[in-house]
Nanobody, 125 residues
Framework: VQLQASGGGLVQAGGSLRLSCVAS????????MGWFRQAPGKEREFVAA???????PYYADSVKGRFTVSRDDANKIYLQMNSLKPEDTAVYYC????????????????????WGQGTQLTVSS
């Protein structure tokens, strides 16, 4: 599956932005879709994940209550980011993996086999 993330940009602290990820190449039945981010000099970290059917999203504690992951059809997901903070600045990646594992176990970079190219979010203070 090929993934294309978009929607990044420059936002002031407290602002909002929505990232999109479009998947192509196959249908995503029984896939988990994830969002990760990587700040300069840091490891890539988990942000959020959602099932292919849109059910039971799972979030990192650092974004819970501020970010919302959703999907509007079988091959597109979004990451709505509100109350943005400078520490949210990173390159954001979408990822996909066919699996039946619980979302809470799908938080590592190695848990996902397909990755998009990343989109930059910069939050100014």
């Amino acid at each position: 599956v090929q993934l294309q993330a978009s929607g990044g940009g420059l936002v002031q602290a407290g602002g909002s932005l929505r990232l999109s990820c479009v998947a192509s190449g196959r249908t995503l039945i029984m896939y988990v879709m994830g969002w990760f981010r990587q700040a300069p000099g840091k490891e890539r970290e988990f942000v959020a994940a959602i099932w292919w059917n849109g059910g039971s999203p799972y979030y990192a504690d650092s974004v819970k209550g501020r970010f919302t992951v959703s999907r509007d059809d079988a091959n597109k997901i979004y990451l709505q980011m509100n109350s943005l903070k400078p520490e949210d600045t990173a390159v954001y990646y979408c990822a996909a993996q066919p699996t039946a594992r619980p979302l809470a176990t799908m938080t590592g970079r190695a848990d996902f086999g397909s990755w998009g190219q990343g989109t930059q979010l910069t939050v100014s203070s």
